[in-house]
T-cell receptor
Framework: NAGVTQTPKFRVLKTGQSMTLLCAQDMNHEYMYWYRQDPGMGLRLIHYSVGEGTTAKGEVPDGYNVSRLKKQNFLLGLESAAPSQTSVYFC?????????????FGPGTRLTVT | AQKITQTQPGMFVQEKEAVTLDCTYDTSDPSYGLFWYKQPSSGEMIFLIYQGSYDQQNATEGRYSLNFQKARKSANLVISASQLGDSAMYFCAMREGTDRGSTLGRLYFGRGTQLTVWP
């Protein structure tokens, strides 16, 4: 099992450019999450999904869109990147089962917007 | 209000000594879970330990234990016999509710504590 993978690992964008971050998991997890990590801030939830075809906003959703067309993939889109979106982005997944609690994190994507 | 508070931006401990990393939480939900993650300089998030709000015993995982004081709303991480490889950022996190709740597993993170272990 590869677990949770993220593509790309690093990216530099210019202000106004768009891009999509891909998260893939091979554990058949129902729940998937996108977080961002900024210095001194810990991780904050951007969007999440409880199943294929469903998404919901988290704590800091502005400027981002997401899609979950397939259960194993969760895409995070930036339509018009801004310097404030410079951050490290983490994807996570979790199984939906009684007693389950661990979220499995991907390795992160470091995004710089200039 | 912050749901998770970590008041120690940085901590130093000598190798082989024990260290406690503080975490307090804020929730009115009777059902919640508390987590600790380790983030080394390489950047990945490593799950360490979990404590459920209804668990009677403090959680332990090898050299890690969680000192859960429900009335004080604290969930401190204790690392015994520190090793040089323990140097990392440590995050406390909380999940509210159950699978039937509206929060659906989302985690609230603290700002982290940078632990440095010296020889």
């Amino acid at each position: 099992n590869a677990g949770v993978t993220q593509t790309p690992k690093f990216r530099v964008l210019k202000t106004g450019q768009s891009m999509t971050l891909l998260c893939a998991q091979d554990m058949n997890h129902e729940y998937m999450y996108w977080y961002r990590q900024d210095p001194g801030m810990g991780l904050r939830l951007i969007h999440y999904s409880v199943g294929e075809g469903t998404t919901a906003k988290g704590e800091v959703p502005d400027g981002y869109n997401v899609s979950r067309l397939k259960k194993q993939n969760f895409l995070l889109g930036l339509e018009s990147a801004a310097p404030s979106q410079t951050s490290v982005y983490f994807c996570a997944s979790m199984v939906h089962a009684p007693g389950s609690y661990e979220q499995y994190f991907g390795p992160g994507t470091r995004l710089t917007v200039t | 209000a912050q749901k998770i508070t970590q008041t120690q931006p940085g901590m130093f401990v000598q190798e082989k000594e024990a260290v406690t990393l503080d975490c307090t939480y804020d929730t009115s939900d009777p059902s919640y879970g508390l987590f600790w993650y380790k983030q080394p300089s390489s950047g990945e998030m490593i799950f360490l330990i979990y404590q459920g709000s209804y668990d009677q015993q403090n959680a332990t995982e090898g050299r890690y234990s969680l000192n859960f004081q429900k009335a004080r709303k604290s969930a401190n991480l204790v690392i015994s016999a520190s090793q040089l490889g323990d140097s990392a950022m440590y995050f406390c996190a909380m999940r509210e509710g159950t699978d039937r709740g509206s929060t659906l597993g989302r985690l609230y993170f603290g700002r982290g504590t940078q632990l440095t272990v010296w020889p």
